[in-house]
């Protein structure tokens, strides 16, 4: 019996094993242990199906076929019951993920050299906000996903305990941490006590003083971005001339929001919007939206919107190329608009940080440390509003994308030997 731990991210996946004694992240792409979580079905080689950056690069090299993203964000949502149109066939959504799932699962059968039935999963505090029922069920599917794909034993760990376990490693002293687990879709939350002493402990319960967390992540702040700089330039507020009215909003929020952009390539949102560019007062603008749904556009100004929000961590400004669409289109981005435009996100979670705390029985000073994880961590204004809920602990960091994984590893291995 081998196991391994399985970090099944919105934007990013990694799966290890236990390699000479320590946590080893496998390679799924070249020498990457980190894969995107993306497939593409490949239309002009009819049943070829790329995974990861290979999917991602075919989509962008305008290979004919279909690209799904944030395929985690599925089970959070209604959608986790639909089905999709690939090619002449409807396929279940749930069966993309498995077919994610299993790709990931030979990969790291590959690096282990046998056969891996064990596997901890890793999962957010809530799938779903406020509804315990809903959440229970996204497990569920995933628990069963997980079996289809070869699992024989399929358990859970919050991913947020998984990182303080990873982090635990370095830990020279006990201290309280608190974990912000800031990912693609979701923002989770932990209050947990570690300690060189308490490492190699087969119960950690008494540990793991709180945990929280809400559907807040990267792919909102996308949303949030590509609506605020670059949705504008496909007609988003501008006006009709017959009815004084706008746009209608629903077709931009669509194409804004990774895992819904799919459903925007209807023919029926193509008949609307040939209608609005005519009715429209900025037809030009208008006109961009119908070329976006007929060449099915909406992932690549997706990927342009990720990379600005990259790249506004570290700069005021950033420009979007928009070239693609429109030959000498650009979108202007500044770090001032985007905070503005997640401003409100990040209220909450500086709020849900502090009710862990709160509710972990301690006050905002016991918290030695916060230890930012995930790839949407990175965001300055996400984390000065984190830091805000126990402004006197020290900031730590490490391995964004990789300590989750490596703590489902350390945990799978204490599990199942």
Known sequence: MRACGLDFGTSNSTIGILREGRPTLAPLEGESTLM????????????????????????????????????KSILASPLIDEKTALGTK?????????????????????????????????RPVRFVDDDKVADRKAQSVLEAIARRAGFREVSFEFEPIAAAY???????????????????GTSDFSVVRIGPERRGRADRSADILANDGARIGGTDFDARLSLDAVM????????????????????????????????????????????LVADACEPE?????????????GHRIALSVEDAK??????DSVMIDLSFLDATLCANATRAGFEAAIHDKNQRLTA????CINDAGMRPDAVSTIFFTGGSSRVPAVRKAIAAAAPAARIAGGSDFLSVGLGLTREAQKRYG
């Open 352 to 355: 849900l940080a502090a009710r």
């Open 90 to 122: 409807m396929v279940a959504l749930t069966d993309v993920i498995e077919l994610f799932i299993r790709h990931l699962k030979q990969r790291v059968e590959r690096f282990a050299g046998e056969e891996l039935s064990h596997v901890v999963h890793g």
């Open 36 to 71: 995107p979580s993306a497939v593409f079905f490949d239309y002009e080689a009819r049943g070829r199906v790329l995974y990861g950056g290979a999917a991602v690069a075919a989509y962008v090299g305008q290979t004919e076929g279909r690209l799904m993203r944030a395929l």
């Open 285 to 297: 603008k208008a006109a961009r939206l119908l070329v976006t749904l007929r060449r099915r556009l």
């Open 166 to 184: 990873h982090y635990e490693e370095t830990a020279m002293a006990e201290e309280i941490v608190l974990i912000a687990d800031i990912g693609g």
């Open 310 to 315: 990259i790249g506004l961590s570290g700069n």
């Open 232 to 275: 504008p330039l496909l007609g988003l507020g501008t006006q009709l001339r017959t009815k004084d009215l706008p746009m209608p909003k629903s077709l931009y929020y669509e194409l804004a929001t990774w895992s819904t952009i799919n459903f925007a390539y209807t023919w029926r949102n193509v008949r609307e919007v040939r209608e």
